[in-house]
DNA sequence: GGCTATGGCGCATCCGGTGCT
DNA sequence: CAGCACCGGATGCGCCATAGC
């Protein structure tokens, strides 16, 4: 059986398919009766809007899309997520592109194939460096926002604050007496990773510390692990930052079997506060962003966009969570 | 400036629309040079054909929509990836819709938002028994299939098999010599949870070891953590096998600090294989889960009942990944 | 065979028309 | 007779399908 189309129920209740339309979109002038036996005909007859024909006559889908590498790690998905739960609440519908490649041609096609689509704005989740680049020479008509770390000009973008972020972390093992803070880097391509760092220089460099050269890792906690090992070798620091938490882990499990105490004779400071951080062996110190936030925040500019404002960029500041993985420096 | 339609390039080219239509559908009969012609019409212009246009004609918009309750947590976030990937592969768009609440009406709610905006099938996550209930009791006229342990009758199911995987978990430590094996289970209203711990005590009847209560959790490693402590007091048993990584985590956590070594005291076999159980303290023993086939798969059946064929259910086998958290029990 | 005209898909919206006060 | 509240006819959104030339 055929849904029921605005004709039907307007057949049924005895008006013109017009009228029907205005009850739908809830237009002032009606008679409360016409009012009453169109939406009984609508009932009886289960009758659904279609999205598609109204998308097609109004040209806006109410529907926002999004494009991302679409790695399934908690910080993106936890921004996708909360990024899908305010779009629900604001009643716009997403749909979601994941791109095969970073390079910029794969980008392109992806947010061209949701502009086709129909979508009323477009949302990009850069985190590598080539991906936040392809964005920003992206010229479409839709509203565009932008998640990520590192700033585009004319552009609405939201990000955790990184650098504070880092500094926040630095400053920690700095006000426990460590002066020999060592960095363990992302991979240079992650937008992230060099806000981190600069965050870590600048946070050094702030209380008049030697700032060595980055470890630089993969994110993954087995990278922390084989850096950890170089790492056990030359005992020159007592406290490290990692670029995230997974690196942390992998740096701890190396130091302790190289028979280095966390926090005993090294101290970590770990990024992002994934949900397993709380029990790692010890529970680790680190930053927290709050990606919920983060989807909130970029629905938000979303919004103001498709309002017609201008452009602007939020910045959500991260959080310490102090554990146990730090202590008094003891030299 | 408005883009282009067909009109538009139908002009440009000296043609009527249709036969620009055609040559965008790729359609046999046309002459080479009028071919030609549009085509250089098209690039001139910059058209790009209106996907909702083309779905309210044909009533079919390449697009598929899956709901989901929307955590960040490993396996459904790499579900998600994995199908979308395959959606993309097979030319289909994704639209997704997360659910506030378990009940059934959001979900129902989330299905008729997805089938109102004409999406040609729907993928249905369902991790919670709920959830599944809420699936099954659903009547659209789109293909459905879901995404869940525990089966459904007439619907296309792709699924883990949990059950093989927690016995070969049981059966791996077995055979390591335990025969006094606990069991950390996740909460009741998860699919996976009942299902994993069928697979457990059906090993164990094999086996013709003596089944105690399961510890219920809660996934997380705070839960495994607590769970932990109270069974470092009473220790008559030499391994045991968690519903997950995370709670295997905290397990391994309140163990240690009772003094209590992983292996050499206790053997630990968690279930997922999470990036981070490699660089667990010691890495752990676990049973890997292939989230990209979940994907691949689930979008297989998606295209197979698009093709109009029955329904199917596909079960994919789990893998035991041996690390450094078992070892031949001591008693 | 190669192409054009016509008629929808389901909805919104401008504009003009009733009946009423 | 002016003015308002309410309603319906025609037209178009951009495309596809069918029949026709």
Chains 1, 2 share one sequence.
Not at 173 to 190: C, K, N, Q, V
Not at 221 to 241: C, I, K, M, N, W
């Amino acid at each position: 059986m055929k849904p029921a189309n605005l004709h039907d129920v307007a057949r049924r209740a005895g008006v013109s398919h017009q009228t029907v339309s205005r009850v739908i979109n809830g237009h002032p002038s009606l008679r409360p009766d016409t009012r009453d036996r169109v939406l009984a005909a609508i009932a009886e007859l289960g009758y659904r809007p279609n999205a598609t024909a109204r998308a097609l006559a109004t040209r806006t889908s109410r529907t926002v899309g999004v494009v991302s590498s679409g790695d399934p790690n908690y910080g993106p998905s936890s921004t996708m997520s909360g990024f899908t739960s305010a779009c629900r609440d604001a009643g716009y519908a997403v749909q979601v592109a994941t791109v095969p490649a970073v390079d910029r041609a794969s980008w392109h096609a992806g947010v061209s194939d949701l502009v086709d689509r129909g979508v009323d704005g477009v949302v990009v989740v850069a985190a590598r460096v080539a991906e936040l680049a392809a964005a920003r020479d992206l010229t479409i008509n839709q509203p565009l926002v932008l998640v990520t770390s590192g700033s585009a000009p004319k552009i609405s973008t939201v990000s955790v604050d990184q650098v504070a972020g880092a500094a926040l972390a630095t400053q920690h093992l700095i006000d426990h007496g460590h002066r020999s803070i060592r960095y363990l880097a992302g991979p240079d391509d992650f937008n992230d990773a060099g806000a981190r760092l600069d965050g870590w220089q600048a946070a050094m460099a702030r209380a008049g510390l030697a700032v060595r050269p980055p470890l630089v890792g993969d994110w993954s906690a087995r990278a922390g692990y084989e850096l950890g090992v170089a790492l056990a070798d030359d005992l020159s620091f007592t406290g490290v930052v990692s670029g995230n938490d997974q690196m942390a882990l992998g740096l701890i499990h190396a130091l302790s079997d190289a028979g280095i105490s966390v926090p005993g004779d090294v101290s970590v400071v770990g990024f992002d506060d994934i949900p397993e951080a709380e029990h790692f062996l010890p529970p680790l110190t680190t930053i927290r962003q709050d990606f919920a936030e983060v989807g909130r925040q970029t629905m938000g500019l979303m919004l103001d966009l498709l309002a017609e404002h201008q452009p602007r960029s939020v910045s959500i500041p991260p959080q310490l969570i102090s554990r146990r993985s730090v202590a008094r420096s003891r030299v």
